[in-house]
C-alpha cells in the first residue's frame, strides 16, 4: 500500500505568509522612518531659538537734516595787539578781562632811547638848515659875479677864462644850494621817522572792547618791526559779538549753506541752547592727516572751516569755549520715518555685506587657492556698493519680513523711509547686533523686555 501524496494548499501558503511578514516589515519600517524625520524637523523647528529684538511703530512726523560738528567759541573780531618798536614795558594799566574804549592807553614802552634819536634828528635838521643858509648865500654872490663878468665880457674887459670861471663858479653854487635842500629834506624825513617812534612807544586802543588775553608784564622787553608782527602783549575783542568756528568734513560741506539756522551747545552751559546762523564757508579746504612717504591721499581728513554767528547776550561767553553745532541744512514735513537705526543693508539674496564677502573668498579659495587673488575677492566684495541694499525688519506675529527701503534725509534718531514701509508698521530697532548680522528673512524673534521691568 502506498504512502499518501503531501497537500498542495499547505505547501503554498507557507511562502505566503512569509511574504506578507515582509511587506508589513517594510512598511512599519517606512512609518518609523517617517515618523523619526518628523521628530528631527519638528525638534530643529522647536530648538530654533528666537532672537530678542526691540520695536518700534514708523510714525509720519518732520525730518530735518541736520550736520553736527564740533569747534571753539572764538570773537567775531579779535585784534592782537603788537608794538612797532622794540624795549622795555614800563606801564600796562589794564587787566585780562577789563573793558576799554577807543584811544584808552593800553601799553608804554620806555622812550628814551627813541627821545635822543629824535633830538638827534632835530639838531642835523637845524644843521641842515643852516648849511642851506650858507649855500644860499655863496648862490647869491655867484650870480652877481656872473652878471660882472658876462657885462665885462660883452666889452672885452676880461678874459675868455675868467668868463668861463665865472659861469662854473655859478653851476657849482646852483648845485650846492640844490644839495641843501635835499638834506634838509632827507633830515626833515628822518625827523618825522624817529618822531613816529617815539609815538609808538605808547600804544592806544584801536577799538572798543575788553581784553580777552594779556600775555605780558611790565618789565619785560619786546620786539617790534615794521616787516612783521612783534611780540604780542594782548588780544583785544567784543566779547558781545562771539561766533563758533568749526570744521566740517568734506562729505557733509556740500549741504551747508550760508544762512542756515544752527543749534549751537556749549559745554560750558550744560542743558542751554543757542541759536545761530551759518556767516561764512571757507573756500579751501583743511587737510589733517601725517605727512609722510607712507600716507596715502585716503589717510588724509579733509575739513572746512564754517563760522556760526552767535548771540548770546548776559551768557559770558569766553573764547576757546568747546561748542556742538547742530546745522540745520534740509526739512521735510509728513513723512515716514523710522529709527535710524533700523536701516541695515543686505546683498542680494539676504546676505549681510560680511557673509558676501567671506562667500566671494571662499570661492576664490577654493578656485586657486591662492591667498592673493582671496584678498583681491574680499576687496572687491567690499567696493560692490551696487550689490548692496537697504533693508528693514518688520515683525509679523512671532517672526520678521525683511523688506527693500528707499530712504531719504536723516536727522539724530531718524531716517525717512520713501517706499518699502507705511505707518504703523512694527519695525525692528534693536539690537544693533539682531538688526546688522543675527537677522534674516523669516527669523523667528520675540520683544525684548525693557531694563527697568526686568529689574523689578
Same mark, same amino acid.
Given at each position: 500500500?502506498?504512502?499518501?501524496?503531501?497537500s498542495t494548499s499547505a505547501n503554498s501558503a507557507g511562502p505566503l505568509k512569509k511574504k506578507s511578514q515582509r511587506t508589513l516589515f517594510i512598511i512599519l519600517g517606512g512609518v518609523v522612518v517617517l515618523l523619526i524625520i518628523a521628530a528631527v524637523v519638528a525638534a530643529k523647528r522647536q530648538g530654533?531659538?528666537?532672537?530678542?529684538?526691540?520695536?518700534?511703530?514708523?510714525?509720519?512726523?518732520?525730518?530735518?537734516?541736520?550736520?553736527?560738528?564740533?569747534?571753539?567759541?572764538?570773537?567775531?573780531?579779535?585784534?592782537?595787539?603788537?608794538?612797532?618798536?622794540?624795549?622795555?614795558?614800563?606801564?600796562?594799566?589794564?587787566?585780562?578781562?577789563?573793558?576799554?574804549?577807543?584811544?584808552?592807553?593800553?601799553?608804554?614802552?620806555?622812550?628814551?632811547?627813541?627821545?635822543?634819536?629824535?633830538?638827534?634828528?632835530?639838531?642835523?635838521?637845524?644843521?641842515?638848515?643852516?648849511?642851506?643858509?650858507?649855500?644860499?648865500?655863496?648862490?647869491?654872490?655867484?650870480?652877481?659875479?656872473?652878471?660882472?663878468?658876462?657885462?665885462?665880457?660883452?666889452?672885452?674887459?676880461?678874459?675868455?677864462?675868467?668868463?668861463?670861471?665865472?659861469?662854473?663858479?655859478?653851476?657849482?653854487?646852483?648845485?650846492?644850494?640844490?644839495?641843501?635842500?635835499?638834506?634838509?629834506?632827507?633830515?626833515?624825513?628822518?625827523?618825522?621817522?624817529?618822531?613816529?617812534? $617815539?609815538? &609808538?612807544?605808547? =600804544?592806544?586802543? *584801536?577799538? %572798543?572792547?575788553?581784553?580777552?588775553?594779556? /600775555?605780558?608784564? @611790565?618789565?619785560?622787553?619786546?620786539?617790534?618791526?615794521?616787516?612783521?608782527?612783534?611780540?604780542?602783549?594782548?588780544?583785544?575783542?567784543?566779547?558781545?559779538?562771539?561766533?563758533?568756528?568749526?570744521?566740517?568734513?568734506?562729505?557733509?560741506?556740500?549741504?551747508?549753506?550760508?544762512?542756515?539756522?544752527?543749534?549751537?551747545?556749549?559745554?560750558?552751559?550744560?542743558?542751554?541752547?543757542?541759536?545761530?546762523?551759518?556767516?561764512?564757508?571757507?573756500?579751501?579746504?583743511?587737510?589733517?592727516?601725517?605727512?609722510?612717504?607712507?600716507?596715502?591721499?585716503?589717510?588724509?581728513?579733509?575739513?572746512? $572751516?564754517? &563760522?556760526?554767528? =552767535?548771540?548770546? *547776550?548776559? %551768557?559770558?561767553?569766553?573764547?576757546?569755549? /568747546?561748542?556742538? @553745532?547742530?546745522?540745520?541744512?534740509?526739512?521735510?514735513?509728513?513723512?515716514?520715518?523710522?529709527?535710524?537705526?533700523?536701516?541695515?543693508?543686505?546683498?542680494?539674496?539676504?546676505?549681510?555685506?560680511?557673509?558676501?564677502?567671506?562667500?566671494?573668498?571662499?570661492?576664490?579659495?577654493?578656485?586657486?587657492?591662492?591667498?592673493?587673488?582671496?584678498?583681491?575677492?574680499?576687496?572687491?566684495?567690499?567696493?560692490?556698493?551696487?550689490?548692496?541694499?537697504?533693508?528693514?525688519?518688520?515683525?509679523?506675529?512671532?517672526?520678521?519680513?525683511?523688506?527693500?527701503?528707499?530712504?531719504?534725509?536723516?536727522?539724530?534718531?531718524?531716517?525717512? =523711509?520713501?517706499?518699502?514701509?507705511?505707518?504703523?508698521?512694527?519695525?525692528?530697532?534693536?539690537?544693533?547686533?539682531?538688526?546688522?548680522?543675527?537677522?534674516?528673512?523669516?527669523?523667528?524673534?520675540?520683544?525684548?523686555?525693557?531694563?527697568?521691568?526686568?529689574?523689578?
Amino acid at each position: 500500500m502506498s504512502a499518501p501524496l503531501p497537500s498542495t494548499s499547505a505547501n503554498s501558503a507557507g511562502p505566503l505568509k512569509k511574504k506578507s511578514q515582509r511587506t508589513l516589515f517594510i512598511i512599519l519600517g517606512g512609518v518609523v522612518v517617517l515618523l523619526i524625520i518628523a521628530a528631527v524637523v519638528a525638534a530643529k523647528r522647536q530648538g530654533e531659538k528666537a532672537t530678542p529684538v526691540t520695536v518700534e511703530k514708523a510714525v509720519v512726523r518732520t525730518i530735518t537734516h541736520l550736520v553736527t560738528a564740533t569747534g571753539k567759541v572764538q570773537p567775531e573780531v579779535e585784534v592782537k595787539i603788537s608794538p612797532e618798536v622794540a624795549g622795555e614795558l614800563i606801564e600796562i594799566p589794564v587787566i585780562e578781562g577789563q573793558s576799554v574804549k577807543k584811544g584808552d592807553l593800553l601799553v608804554r614802552i620806555k622812550p628814551d632811547f627813541y627821545q635822543a634819536a629824535l633830538e638827534q634828528q632835530e639838531a642835523s635838521l637845524a644843521s641842515a638848515k643852516a648849511t642851506s643858509v650858507l649855500s644860499r648865500a655863496r648862490l647869491t654872490k655867484a650870480e652877481h659875479d656872473f652878471k660882472q663878468a658876462e657885462e665885462l665880457y660883452s666889452k672885452q674887459l676880461v678874459s675868455n677864462a675868467d668868463f668861463v670861471a665865472a659861469t662854473a663858479n655859478l653851476d657849482v653854487a646852483k648845485a650846492d644850494f640844490d644839495s641843501s635842500l635835499a638834506q634838509i629834506r632827507r633830515t626833515e624825513g628822518s625827523v618825522t621817522q624817529s618822531r613816529d617812534s $617815539l609815538a &609808538k612807544t605808547t =600804544i592806544y586802543s *584801536p577799538v %572798543a572792547g575788553s581784553i580777552s588775553s594779556l /600775555s605780558s608784564e @611790565v618789565g619785560e622787553r619786546v620786539v617790534g618791526t615794521g616787516s612783521f608782527a612783534g611780540t604780542e602783549i594782548m588780544r583785544l575783542a567784543n566779547l558781545d559779538n562771539m561766533e563758533v568756528r568749526v570744521k566740517v568734513n568734506e562729505n557733509d560741506i556740500i549741504n551747508v549753506k550760508l544762512g542756515d539756522h544752527t543749534i549751537v551747545t556749549v559745554d560750558a552751559f550744560p542743558g542751554r541752547k543757542f541759536a545761530g546762523v551759518v556767516n561764512e564757508i571757507s573756500s579751501s579746504a583743511i587737510t589733517i592727516g601725517a605727512q609722510s612717504a607712507a600716507t596715502s591721499a585716503s589717510d588724509e581728513v579733509t575739513n572746512f $572751516l564754517v &563760522k556760526i554767528s =552767535i548771540k548770546a *547776550p548776559g %551768557a559770558q561767553l569766553r573764547p576757546g569755549m /568747546s561748542a556742538t @553745532v547742530d546745522i540745520e541744512t534740509q526739512t521735510v514735513a509728513n513723512v515716514v520715518s523710522v529709527p535710524i537705526q533700523s536701516v541695515t543693508v543686505r546683498a542680494a539674496g539676504g546676505k549681510t555685506s560680511e557673509e558676501l564677502q567671506l562667500a566671494k573668498a571662499k570661492e576664490a579659495k577654493e578656485r586657486s587657492g591662492n591667498d592673493l587673488e582671496v584678498a583681491n575677492e574680499r576687496d572687491d566684495a567690499r567696493r560692490s556698493r551696487e550689490q548692496l541694499e537697504r533693508v528693514v525688519f518688520i515683525k509679523t506675529g512671532d517672526t520678521v519680513k525683511q523688506h527693500k527701503v528707499e530712504t531719504g534725509i536723516a536727522d539724530n534718531t531718524s531716517i525717512e =523711509i520713501k517706499s518699502g514701509v507705511k505707518a504703523g508698521d512694527e519695525v525692528v530697532a534693536g539690537s544693533y547686533a539682531a538688526i546688522s548680522r543675527k537677522l534674516k528673512d523669516g527669523s523667528k524673534v520675540m520683544i525684548e523686555k525693557p531694563k527697568k521691568e526686568e529689574t523689578k
